[in-house]
């Protein structure tokens, strides 16, 4: 170890630091986390050579430690840097993570109007007003607002919280007409919508999360790097196999699936990827179903994109 010193994680002091080494230097690696984008192409622009570990490989080089701290999982990465028993990862660029966070800001947009309007409900039967089952985003305010302000103590304890959700709920609603411009302005992400069950967020989520697709040598992989393909544990006589470990992107998953279940209950139209996860629905079940069915899509998608070909009904099962 030629070198220890603790630092803020900002780039100016990090290169700094490594001007001031006496020795040339080869690589930077870190580990992948929340400040990897920050490190990694501020690091770059400073003409370093840097490399961002997978999380999973590191973690369980570094879980033979006996003792866990900083100074020890410093030392660790760098080892596994020096010898190269790891896999990089593929950083996305700005603009894939500007539709990500443009994604995240409407999804969590319309859960706090949800939980503000579930909150309203909650405290008005204590008072004895029931509200209906289903009452429109848009109509909420026009509907509870009027029962409250006819007497004072509700309109003191929850004017402020449908002000709150008033708010909230137009905010979503301008970030949600910001996506649907996303994607009808985008041409790869109108192919997508071609195939049945894709919509705007899931072609969206789906281009952002891959972001440049000619990092897929294959397109039959894509399904294994959202791990949407079964694990598999086999040892001598034992071979089984198990569910989807559900360690790759979340919000791509849950996408494909509501995609894929979308396409199997709900897309009328024909075609030969539905009929096949409608005999596979018969044989294993809904739920396995619409994962290998999510799987397919996967695969689809990334082989539209790649080719630039559109969607062809008819031969979706032999593509896929």
């Known amino acids: 170890m030629l070198l220890e010193r603790e630092l803020p994680c900002e780039i100016k002091d990090i290169a700094e630091c490594l001007a001031n080494f006496p020795h040339p230097i080869e690589r930077i690696g870190f580990e992948a986390g929340t400040m990897n984008q920050h490190l990694y192409f501020g690091l770059k622009a400073e003409g370093f050579d840097v490399v961002c570990m997978e999380a999973r490989q590191v973690n369980a080089a570094l879980s033979a430690m006996r003792s866990k701290t900083d100074k020890n999982d410093a030392c660790g990465i760098a080892q596994v840097l020096r010898t190269g028993q790891f896999s990089p990862v593929h950083m996305k660029s700005r603009e894939a993570h500007g539709v990500r966070a443009l994604l995240s800001t409407c999804k969590a947009l319309l859960k706090k109007t949800m939980d503000l309007a579930n909150e309203v409900r909650g405290l008005l039967k204590i008072f004895g007003i029931r509200l209906p089952g289903t009452v429109k985003h848009g109509s909420f305010d026009a509907l509870v607002r009027p029962m409250i302000e006819m007497d004072d103590v509700l309109a003191h304890a929850l004017v402020p919280l449908l002000d709150a959700r008033l708010v909230l709920f137009q905010h979503f609603l301008e970030r949600d007409r910001r996506v649907k411009r996303a994607a009808n302005h985008d041409e790869v992400c109108m192919r997508m919508m071609t195939v049945p069950g894709v919509g705007l967020i899931a ?9 440049d697709p000619t990092r897929f040598k294959r397109s039959r992989t894509v399904d294994a790097h959202f791990d949407l393909t079964p ?3 086999q040892s001598g006589e034992h071979d089984n196999p198990g569910r989807i470990s559900k ?9 494909l699936y509501a995609a894929a279940n979308a396409l199997l209950m709900r897309t009328m139209a024909g075609s030969q990827i539905r009929s096949w996860g409608i005999r596979l629905m018969r044989t294993k079940g809904r739920h396995r179903a619409v994962v290998a069915v999510a799987r397919k899509l996967a695969v689809l998608l990334h082989r539209m ?5 559109e969607f062809r009904q008819g031969q979706v099962g032999d593509t896929a």
């Open 203 to 211: 072609a969206l989520t789906f281009k952002a999360a891959v972001d």
């Open 231 to 233: 694990r598999r544990y």
């Open 247 to 255: 360690a790759g992107d979340r919000d791509v998953r849950a996408t």
């Open 305 to 309: 994109w790649s080719d630039g070909t």
